[in-house]
């Protein structure tokens, strides 16, 4: 059953379903179908005590199923709303495993949602906002915006790493495996919609659709591998459109590419509305990552798969870029900062993810509830926030310039050496686009070894995506082949870093400098903190005043921007 939250959240709401045996496979292992079903009547729930009207599932994001549940275990389901945009709602969900017998309770997947509210006769409704209120409620509220960013720039991510990619179809050579002729992989059903699969208003529930998809894509892999599949994935996928009780869903699926270890199975749901009716809905794709365990839970090697000429050909290609974009967004999206080296290779194919990352590092940085004011110096402060493995700061001003204006100014590294001492010169190696560049950074500072230090940094920048949103400039070391450590300078990185510049006024604004220090930079930072210093308020002293110098001649450039 599903239930509000006791907690101060209006929009949380707990699901706790015991597995029975009419929910598990031939295995006793809970389906995912079902599963999904559980994910997406939650995430529905919580998204109507928001929006106050009847809500539809728009999309979903990467799913990663990180283990199987096994009859008799209780699964528990979070779901609350992040963020509400204009018309639609981001929905975050948390699922765990209760063995009620031991006491275990171990996570299941994280998934994030977009709902879509609806009025009478299917017309959009404006949502109230969200006010988050405790510290991982404001750092979800934030990120959810970069989610959206990178939600609407996904198709675009395929066709261009697609259009970098050789034409020709490469088929993988395995030991002692023939290729098995995905057709022999095609599978196609039909399912009549009854009112038990609709919402009040007629509508096929979202979940119930991805469950019927999930048959017909596990049917598809198990003709490949001759074995039971396990669904370890499902990537972001979107729902066209409606459908509605007394609709014929046909569900097709085919497997597109055997890698070694998993296969990608493409799935697809049309509706029509009478048994002789031609023309077919487009409700919904997917693609669905399935392994192979042996009894040790190990994954096994699968057959390879021979393509179809044209279409079949194409899906293989697709497969193989849509693995490299998983694995991007799995390992720069979802990682921990401490999980990953500092400066990531950064490729024309992974850009979205590292901006993405780039800019959610310092939001969730901003977020933090427990900064505590170290230093005050006429209108400079000085904040720090202490935690297991990283000392950060932030130094904050209002400075009498419009945001934007601001936020124009800073976004440029090229000029941060007419108010920063520190720095020697910027160079843009790469405009990657225009909310991102790449500049080539050299220190004044002196390293240990007596050679001046360079960065690789990643810019990243943002306007805010509603009101009480801040204008941000994020900085964070990448490597590049085209700029590889030399022997005159040693090399620096930094993890995260920016500006947040929010507006007070027209004419004023509070802007703020974070850094989360990392060891090369940590004896500078505390000699600050500990008044032994007093070069971070100079520097931002001379910041304002850089700022103050240069706004007027911004009020032309900004009209372009």
């Known amino acids: 059953m599903a239930s509000p939250s006791p907690t101060g959240n209006p929009t949380e709401v707990q699901m706790s379903q015991l597995v029975l045996p009419c929910h598990t496979n031939h295995r006793g292992e809970l389906s995912t179908g079902q599963l999904l079903k559980w994910i997406d009547t939650a995430a529905c729930l919580s998204a109507e005590r928001h929006a106050g009207c009847p809500c539809v599932t728009a999309s979903m994001d990467d799913i990663y199923f990180e283990h199987t549940i096994s009859v008799g275990q209780v699964v528990n389901i979070k779901a609350k709303v992040n963020r509400a945009f204009n018309s639609s709602m981001e929905v975050g969900i948390q699922v765990s495993y209760e063995d009620l017998c031991s006491g275990k309770h171990c996570s299941i997947c994280k998934a994030y949602a977009t709902f879509v509210a609806q009025g009478p006769s299917g017309s959009k409704v404006k949502l109230k906002p969200l006010t988050p209120q405790t510290e991982e409620e404001k750092i979800e509220h934030s990120i959810a915006a970069e989610r959206r960013r990178m939600r609407l720039v996904h198709k675009d991510t395929l066709k261009d790493l697609l259009t970098r990619s050789p034409r020709e179809t490469e088929l993988e050579t395995r030991d002692g495996s023939a290729a098995v002729p995905a057709e022999k992989t095609r599978v196609e059903s039909v399912e009549l919609v009854l009112p038990p699969h609709a919402n009040h208003q007629g509508n096929t529930f979202g979940g119930q659709i991805m469950a019927w998809m999930e048959n017909v894509a596990t049917i598809a892999a198990s003709r490949l591998c001759h074995a039971h599949p396990t669904l370890q994935a499902i990537e972001m996928f979107h729902f066209r459109g409606p459908s509605q009780v007394g609709d014929r869903l046909v569900l097709k699926a085919i497997v597109n590419n055997a890698f070694k270890n998993s296969m990608e199975v493409g799935v697809c749901a049309e509706a029509y509305g009478q048994e002789m009716s031609v023309s077919r809905r487009h409700i919904n794709s997917a693609f669905m990552t399935f392994v192979v365990l042996d009894q040790e839970g190990r994954p096994c090697t699968l057959p390879m798969v021979a393509p179809e000429p044209g279409d079949g050909e194409r899906r293989y290609r697709e497969a193989s870029a849509r693995k490299k974009i998983r694995l991007d967004r799995k390992y720069v999206v979802s990682c921990k900062q401490t999980e990953v080296p500092l400066s990531v290779p950064w490729d024309q194919s992974n850009k979205v993810y590292l901006s993405y990352n780039n800019v959610s590092a310092l939001k969730t940085l901003v977020a ?194």
């Open 368 to 561: 933090k509830a427990n900064w505590a004011l170290a230093r005050e110096k006429e209108k400079v402060r000085m904040y720090t926030l202490e935690e297991d493995k990283f000392l950060s700061f932030r130094i904050e001003m209002s400075v009498c310039i419009a945001a934007g204006r601001a936020f124009s100014l800073l976004s440029d590294l090229r000029r941060r050496q007419e108010w920063d001492s520190h720095y020697a010169s910027a160079e843009l190696v790469q405009q990657v686009d225009d909310d991102d560049m790449i500049y080539h950074v050299v220190s004044q500072t002196l390293s240990c070894e007596n050679k001046p230090q360079d960065f690789v940094i990643l810019a990243s920048r943002r306007k805010p995506c509603s009101k009480g949103d801040p204008y941000v400039v994020a900085f964070r070391s990448v490597t590049l082949p085209t700029h590889p450590a030399s022997a005159d300078f040693t090399r620096g990185e930094t993890l995260c870093s920016g500006f947040c510049i929010w507006p007070e006024s027209e004419e004023t604004s509070k802007v703020a400098y974070y850094n989360q220090a990392t060891p090369g930079y940590l004896n500078y930072v505390t000699t600050n903190v500990a008044g032994l210093s007093s070069n971070f308020c100079a520097t931002f002293e001379a910041c304002e005043k850089f700022l103050l110098k240069n706004k007027e001649e911004l009020i032309v450039q900004l009209q372009d921007l």
